[in-house]
C-alpha cells in the first residue's frame, strides 16, 4: 500500500535507509575475506533482497502496483520510467542487478584488485564495498520515495497553489 503521508514518506525513507546502511556493513564483512569472487556474489545477494525490500516499503512491488487505480498505476510507471528506474516496480533478478552494478562497474573491479594487496587491499575493498551499496541502495531508496510521492500527490484532490505574493497582487494557480 502506498503511503498516505508525507510524514509517513518520509519516515519510510529513513527506516530504508538504515536498511541500506546495514546491507552495506554485511557487503563491507564480505569484501574483507580473501575469496575471490564472494563478494561480488555476496553484493548481488544482498541486493537481491534490499531492492524488492524497498520496493516493498513504499508500496511499489509489482503485486502492490497491480491492485492500484489505473491512474495512479500510470503516475507510478511514468515516474519510474523517467528516473531511468528499472527495478521499480518489477521483479528483481540477478540479471537486473548486474545490469545494476555495471553502472559502478570500476568500484566492483577496483574493489576486486586491491583484495591482493594484503592487509591495506582489504580495509580498501571494503570501503569501496560499503560505498557502492550505499550508492546504490540509496539512490534506489531516493527513486522510490519520488514516485511513492508523485502517486501520494495524483491521490490528493487538486488545489490552488500559490505562485506568488506581492504587497499589491497574488498569483495563483488553478487546477
Known amino acids: 500500500m502506498l503511503p498516505q503521508t508525507l510524514e509517513q514518506l518520509d519516515a519510510l525513507r ?7 546502511t546495514k546491507r552495506a556493513g554485511l557487503s ?3 569484501a574483507v575475506l580473501p575469496i575471490p569472487g564472494l563478494d561480488l556474489g555476496a553484493d548481488i545477494a544482498l541486493l537481491v533482497e534490499l531492492i524488492p525490500a524497498i ?15 489505473p491512474k495512479i498505476k500510470r503516475v507510478i510507471l511514468i515516474g519510474a520510467t523517467s528516473l531511468g528506474n528499472r527495478m521499480i516496480g518489477k521483479w528483481v533478478t540477478q540479471q537486473l542487478v548486474m545490469q545494476t552494478l555495471k553502472r559502478v562497474g570500476i568500484r566492483v573491479t577496483t574493489k ?3 583484495k591482493f594487496v594484503p592487509i591495506l587491499g582489504q580495509a580498501l575493498a571494503a570501503s569501496i564495498s560499503f560505498g557502492a551499496m550505499k550508492l ?19 491521490q490528493q484532490p487538486e488545489q490552488i497553489r500559490v505562485i506568488e505574493v506581492t504587497p499589491d497582487m497574488v498569483e495563483i494557480a488553478l487546477p
Do not use: S, W
Request: with cysteine; hydrophobic share 45%.
Open 14 to 20: 529513513d527506516e530504508c535507509k538504515a536498511m541500506v
Open 55 to 69: 520496493n516493498q516499503k513504499f508500496g511499489l512491488a509489482p503485486e502492490q502496483i497491480e491492485g492500484l487505480d
Open 28 to 30: 563491507a564483512g564480505a
Open 136 to 154: 546504490l541502495g540509496n539512490a534506489h531508496v531516493e527513486d522510490c520515495y519520488k514516485v511513492a510521492r508523485q502517486a501520494l500527490l495524483a
Open 112 to 114: 576486486t584488485v586491491a
